[in-house]
T-cell receptor, first 116, second 113 residues
Framework: DGGITQSPKYLFRKEGQNVTLSCEQNLNHDAMYWYRQDPGQGLRLIYYSQIVNDFQKGDIAEGYSVSREKKESFPLTVTSAQKNPTAFYLC???????????????FGPGTRLTVL | GENVEQHPSTLSVQEGDSAVIKCTYSDSASNYFPWYKQELGKGPQLIIDIRSNVGEKKDQRIAVTLNKTAKHFSLHITETQPEDSAVYFCAASWGGSQGNLIFGKGTKLSVKP
């Protein structure tokens, strides 16, 4: 059963705590992405990675950190420096066919993070 | 950088009618335009996409058209059904390591039985 999994589905955090969101894919995709979704907004890119042990900041990376130690895994840590972390977080992955070709991204089911 | 505008933000149609959602983009270098459907509490699902070397693509009741000169693209859903009710997002990208997807803000489609 191939796909992208995210866990947990719901996550509650107290102010000042770091939390880590899991994202795993068994599609053998090269690239993985983290997006944040707020009500009435489009998806905004937090971080992305095109190869193991390498990742790049997206548009809203402040207060977040990632790692890419394995091809299939791309965890996101929401740190206490993120001032407004309550949101729906989405992980995606894609094949990288070529440097100049945009590729289809497939999304996981998401994690809803709420700061108490 | 790229900017994607999506209209309307909400759309209500009767079952069986057609629905059209429109997006405009700013970067003429963009060459890939996907559409996603997101149901409540779930991740977006890719429903159709188009690349700049074609003007129209169709998949059953769903079609996408692209006008590169005007820099806009549209999603057309015919014979709408209640299960088409969802939020639809358009996106644009020019590819490459820096050419990530830029999303519109979404259209909430309601299909009334």
């Amino acid at each position: 059963d191939g796909g992208i999994t995210q866990s947990p589905k719901y996550l509650f955090r107290k102010e000042g705590q770091n939390v880590t969101l899991s994202c795993e894919q068994n599609l053998n995709h090269d690239a993985m992405y983290w997006y944040r979704q707020d009500p009435g907004q489009g998806l905004r890119l937090i971080y992305y990675s095109q190869i193991v042990n390498d990742f790049q900041k997206g548009d809203i990376a402040e207060g977040y950190s990632v790692s890419r130690e394995k091809k299939e895994s791309f965890p996101l840590t929401v740190t206490s420096a993120q001032k407004n972390p309550t949101a729906f977080y989405l992980c995606a992955s894609s094949i990288l066919w070529a440097e100049t070709r945009a590729n289809e991204q497939f999304f996981g089911p998401g994690t809803r993070l709420t700061v108490l | 950088g790229e900017n994607v505008e999506q209209h309307p933000s909400t759309l209500s149609v009767q079952e069986g009618d057609s629905a059209v959602i429109k997006c405009t983009y700013s970067d003429s270098a963009s060459n890939y335009f996907p559409w996603y459907k997101q149901e409540l509490g779930k991740g977006p699902q890719l429903i159709i996409d188009i690349r700049s070397n074609v003007g129209e693509k169709k998949d059953q009741r769903i079609a996408v058209t692209l006008n590169k000169t005007a820099k806009h693209f549209s999603l057309h859903i015919t014979e709408t059904q209640p299960e088409d009710s969802a939020v639809y997002f358009c996106a644009a990208s020019w590819g490459g390591s820096q050419g990530n997807l830029i999303f519109g803000k979404g259209t909430k489609l309601s299909v009334k039985p």
